[in-house]
């Protein structure tokens, strides 16, 4: 009675791309975790590029968000006519009565209201002094605030005297309450209200009735550091612009975007701060770049024997990329999600209103693609030196 051999077919061809992506991606994982000191120096050097980054861009977007707050919180100001030459908020050549007036009587024009904002001097109970910014703005509109009010209503602010002052500076200004009367330019004052977190580069913004905060100053009551500008409704802001700034040639108008991108432009390029905040932030990924292409290279060089054998039993230089191209993939994606765990720890846990670094939910999608790409260039470095690999090396 004859037995029958059963004789398996032959391989035929090479495996499916998918088939290939898979195969080489557990060959790459199973690699990445066999020696877990270089895997967990390559997430470092990751996490520490994630933190840095966004920790100095968090950084910059709060110092930005401290100085366009002002001209950001006034939504319903459409156009902002200012001294000339202006690029940040603050007063320069004082507007008078004519430039209030045309631009009120200019076609397509709702409403226009002045605005004084000046230094004043706070003169606190021990006999010390505080600067604020004092922000006069004219009732019924109230048009530049008080804003962010967590005590008090700015009708409060027509009490004789009545001042709304920043909560967070409270203690600074000699433990302000509600109610507590203090001297604010040789002028007693009344405190009837709180704001909170309007703290700019400059002192922190305290808030009166127009003809209170010029008697304060000390400034004619003819003359204005702003004029804000409402259109009518359905009327073309950039036209009303370019009309207001025709009939005002000696001033600068600008739409609320405009200032509020002229401000950005001026941060950016005529302080230091863009370049300080940008320096350290490519030198953060810099770091990271260095500190991963090292890792994955040192583990190519240390894995050549491995590396070796797969392409004497057929990997080709293509199979070897997928390989190292999954690795990267998963240092990128876990040491971005790492990373960016830490950044909002930190930030949640020094949140005040002097400065906490604002992270927008955009920067967490960009992080985690700008840190794949990364991984994936230090995986092309680490590739330069597979791809010259001799197969007839393990036989050596």
């Known amino acids: 009675m004859s037995a029958k051999v059963a004789i398996a077919e032959p391989i035929r061809g090479r495996a499916g791309a998918v088939g290939r992506w898979r195969t080489l991606g557990a060959i790459g994982i199973k690699m990445m975790f066999f020696d877990r000191l270089k895997l967990a120096g390559t997430l470092f050097g990751v996490v520490f590029a994630v933190v840095l980054g966004n920790f100095q861009m968090g950084t910059f977007l709060a110092l930005l968000s401290k100085n366009r707050m002002f001209v950001e919180a006034q939504t319903d100001v459409d156009l ?98 509600y109610g507590s009367v203090r001297e604010l330019g040789g002028r007693k004052v009344q405190v009837v209200g709180f704001t909170w977190g309007l703290l700019p580069f400059a002192p922190a913004y305290a808030f009166a009735e127009q003809t209170l905060a010029r008697e304060i100053v000390q400034l004619p009551a003819d003359q204005h550091t702003f004029i804000m500008v409402g259109v009518q409704p359905g009327a073309d802001p950039v036209a009303v612009r370019a009309a207001l700034q025709a009939e005002l040639p000696d001033t600068r108008v600008m739409t609320r975007a405009e200032y509020l991108h002229e401000i950005l432009v001026y941060i950016v390029t005529g302080t230091q701060i863009g370049l300080s905040f940008g320096t350290s932030t490519f030198m953060g990924l810099l770091v990271g770049l260095i500190t991963v292409a090292l890792s994955m290279f040192s583990s190519v060089v240390d894995n050549l024997r491995a590396f070796g054998t797969l392409k004497a039993i057929g990997s080709t230089t293509a199979d070897l990329a997928r390989l190292l191209l999954v690795q990267a993939l998963i240092y990128g994606l876990v040491g971005s999600l790492m990373g960016l765990g830490m950044v909002a720890a930190m930030v949640s846990g020094m949140r005040n209103p002097q400065l906490t670094p604002i992270l927008p939910m955009a920067a967490f999608g960009i992080t985690v693609v700008l840190m794949v790409g990364v991984c994936l260039a230090a995986s092309v470095l680490a590739l330069l030196r597979v791809r010259k690999l001799e197969p007839a090396m393990v036989f050596r």
Do not use: I, M
């Not at 007063?91 to 709702?110: F, I, M, Q, T, Y």
């Not at 962010?148 to 027509?158: H, S, T």
């Open 80 to 177: 902002w006519v200012t001294p000339p030459g202006t690029r940040q908020f603050q007063g320069g050549k004082p507007l008078n009565d004519s430039h209030l007036n045309r631009a009120r009587a200019l076609e397509g024009v709702a409403w226009a209201e002045p605005l004084v904002l000046q230094t004043a001097q706070l003169t606190l109970p021990n006999g010390g002094r505080e600067p604020v910014s004092l922000v006069g703005t004219r009732a019924p509109r109230f048009a530049g605030g008080p804003w962010n009010v967590v005590k008090g209503e700015r009708e409060a602010l027509l009490t004789p005297g009545g001042v709304f002052f920043e909560d967070a500076e409270r203690e600074k200004f000699g433990g302000l309450n």
